[in-house]
């Protein structure tokens, strides 16, 4: 089964820097750097599957050429002909993330289209009514993957817990994920960074020639990020704070 799993552009607002005292603005980053590491831990998490991770955000860094947002999807999707689109987002990334699933469901109305990350966890009523066939809320790389086991099957995705379904019966939200599962140990799932090798020079602080990536040291919103130098098998092989 192809899956297409793409990261939204990011906003080309900053409401953080733009009203931080003076003396605060230094402090803060003025974009995203670091690989997409939930979208990674999803795709690591179905890798049995054909898998591709269209990084928008490294991809409008490093190639001023780059086409428009619906214009890369399109030929991303013309490319690897996916059966399921997976998209994560935050709040400011939302109108970008519901473009870009109007975008799939235009190429093609029968591809299955899964919303993610923390703006569906804690927003999952935005979605309702939208080109999202699928929310997945929470620590959702094993409900993706019970999701394609289910379109692998035609089994349908009405009794996928964790999961809101867009369907012909309205907004169906299923039961919750089962509490209890530990993601930091046993239930913990690596990153695959090799599905973005190709923005590897896109993932570096400012005024910097070295590239970084992030590691996780904790699950959630509060995550404590990391950034490291790339080694030259591009995974990190040392690290310093951030």
């Known amino acids: 089964m192809n899956v297409l799993l793409i990261n939204p552009p990011r906003s080309p607002e900053n409401a953080i820097l733009a009203n931080a005292p003076e ?15 939930g979208l990674l831990t999803v795709a690591s998490a179905v890798r049995e599957q054909s898998v591709t991770v269209l990084d928008t955000k490294a991809e409008y860094d490093t ?12 030929l991303y999707c013309r490319e690897t002909k996916p ?4 998209v ?22 029968q591809t299955l289209t899964v919303a993610g990350g923390l703006h569906a966890t804690l927003c999952p009523e935005d979605f309702r009514g939208s ?6 809320i929470g620590q959702a790389a094993g409900t993706f993957a019970a999701i394609v086991s289910a379109k692998a099957a035609n089994a349908g995705y009405i009794n996928i817990p964790g999961t809101f379904v867009n369907s012909a019966k309205g907004y169906i939200r299923n039961a919750p994920a089962p509490l209890g599962k530990d993601y930091g140990s046993d239930g913990y799932i690596v990153p695959d960074r090799s599905y973005i090798r190709k923005w590897i020079t896109g993932y570096r602080m ?5 590239n970084i990536t992030y590691v996780n040291t904790s699950l959630g919103c509060l995550t404590n990020v990391l950034s490291a130098p790339f080694g030259r098998n591009g995974m990190a092989d040392s690290f310093c704070a951030t």
């Open 23 to 37: 003396e605060a603005k230094r402090f803060i980053h003025r974009k995203l750097i670091g690989p997409p590491l």
């Open 131 to 136: 080109s999202a066939d699928i929310v997945a």
């Open 88 to 109: 994560t987002c935050i709040a400011s990334e939302f109108p970008y993330a519901m473009q870009i699933l109007q975008t799939v469901k235009q190429w093609n109305p």
């Open 63 to 74: 190639n001023p050429e780059a086409p428009p947002l619906a214009d890369l999807v399109t």
């Open 206 to 210: 400012p005024h910097s020639d070295k």
């Open 83 to 86: 059966d399921i689109v997976g």
